[in-house]
């Protein structure tokens, strides 16, 4: 039963480098999430997938890409990371189609990055 | 400017008390209000949504009341434990596909 995935649980970069965030569901969820979480700050969110084949901007997109692969997988990009986007990132899903539907968030276990 | 404000960074109470944590907004209309509990280095799980027509709900030891005349949330916890010592945030359902959360408030249940 592990709902949502997120790898790497740990990563350290240096000013400049790129990676990608992994997020897999299990649950044949529609609607997926990036997030990332700062202290004093919240949930902010990155990008969001309302079903497969369409991604749009959240509240804090800049320096982010995104990949909705299939159904099951979205990934997050840092093209070129900065000391800025140190924080813990969340992945999650939605599970019911439609806007108008009440729908509770399903998160992983986050991704903790570091940029020196 | 649009933004959510939970009642304190920290709340101290006494176990077998209820805990009572608040959730204020302005400038949105959520669908739904959500409740959340997070514990450190782990991810956010849902507890409890409330509906804009609806005035309270209940789920065993937890009760959320939703006004949205005054724009606010009650999120109480009965008979407090221990173990209900967490961090519990609020999100606004905006229906956009889009949910907002509050910054969260820090509970310690004293023994």
């Known amino acids: 039963n592990a709902g949502v995935t997120q790898t790497p649980k740990f990563q350290v970069l240096k000013t400049g480098q790129s990676m990608t965030l992994q997020c897999a569901q299990d649950?044949?969820?529609?609607?997926m999430y990036w997030y990332r979480q700062d202290p004093g700050m919240g949930l902010r969110l990155i990008y969001y997938s309302a079903s497969e084949g369409t991604t749009d901007k959240g509240e804090v997109p800049n320096g982010y890409n995104v990949s909705r692969l299939n159904k099951r997988e979205f990934s997050l990009r840092l093209e070129s990371a900065a000391p800025s986007q140190t924080s813990v990132y969340f992945c999650?899903?939605?599970?019911?189609?439609?806007?108008?539907?009440?729908?509770?968030?399903?998160f992983g276990e986050g991704s903790r990055l570091t940029v020196l | 400017s649009q933004k959510i404000e939970q009642n304190s960074e920290a709340l101290n109470i006494q176990e077998g008390k209820t805990a009572t944590l608040t959730c204020n907004y302005t400038?949105?209309?959520?669908?739904?209000l959500q409740w959340y509990r997070q514990d450190p280095g782990r991810g956010p799980v849902f507890l409890l949504l409330i509906r804009e027509n609806e005035k309270e709900k209940r789920k065993e030891r937890l009760k959320v009341t939703f006004d949205t005349t005054l724009k606010q949330s009650l999120f109480h916890i009965t008979a407090s434990q221990p173990a209900d010592s967490a961090t519990y945030l609020c999100?606004?359902?905006?229906?956009?596909?889009?949910?907002?959360f509050g910054t969260g408030t820090r509970l310690k249940v004293l023994a």
């Open positions: 400038n949105y209309s959520p669908a739904y």
């Open positions: 649950m044949n969820h529609n609607s």
């Open positions: 999100a606004l359902d905006l229906g956009t596909y889009k949910y907002i």
């Open positions: 999650a899903s939605r599970g019911l189609a439609g806007v108008k539907l009440a729908g509770e968030l399903f």
